[in-house]
């Protein structure tokens, strides 16, 4: 099974309004999740991951550079040893993937964009893997 799910931040188009998107996902799915802003120059995206109970933990950025479409992904700290995540940018999003999913994928993950000048978060979406 794989999964998609768009995560929006307030300041961009609404294509679906969803205020808490739930994603359910079986042990050793591949999940995509993106988060799309067509209305703003988006120079940078981050994505967040929060446990259950735990504080958010910056995963990966993914930077624009210039004209050139210049693009820097990287993920942060604990983020770095897996090969299962992958972040992919495109001109007004930035998927975040998770393959091969496992018990501890399980939590809640945001998006934020930052233009010039702010930061701006995104909806929230929750992943449940379930499976032994």
């Given amino acids: 099974m794989k999964g998609t799910c768009k995560v929006f ?13 739930v994603m359910v996902a079986e042990l050793g799915d591949t999940v995509t ?12 995206y981050d994505w ?7 504080k958010p933990l910056l995963m990966a950025s993914s930077l624009y550079i210039g004209k050139d479409s210049y693009y820097s992904h990287n993920f ?11 972040v992919r940018r495109g001109d007004y999003s ?13 939590a809640t993950y945001y998006c934020s964009t930052t233009d010039i000048y702010e930061q701006t978060f995104g909806d929230r979406t929750v992943l449940f893997v379930k499976g032994n």
Avoid: A, H, M, W
């Avoid at 942060?76 to 992958?86: M, P, Q, S, V, Y």
């Avoid at 930035?94 to 399980?106: A, F, G, V």
């Fill in 9 to 21: 931040d307030s300041l961009c188009f609404y294509q679906t309004k969803r205020t808490t998107p």
């Fill in 33 to 44: 999740l993106t988060c799309f802003c067509p209305k703003l120059l988006v120079t940078r």
């Fill in 48 to 54: 967040f991951k929060q446990s259950f109970g735990q």
């Fill in 76 to 86: 942060i700290k604990d983020f770095i040893e897996t090969n299962r995540l992958g």
């Fill in 94 to 106: 930035c998927n975040l993937t998770i393959s091969k999913t496992e018990p501890e994928d399980s």
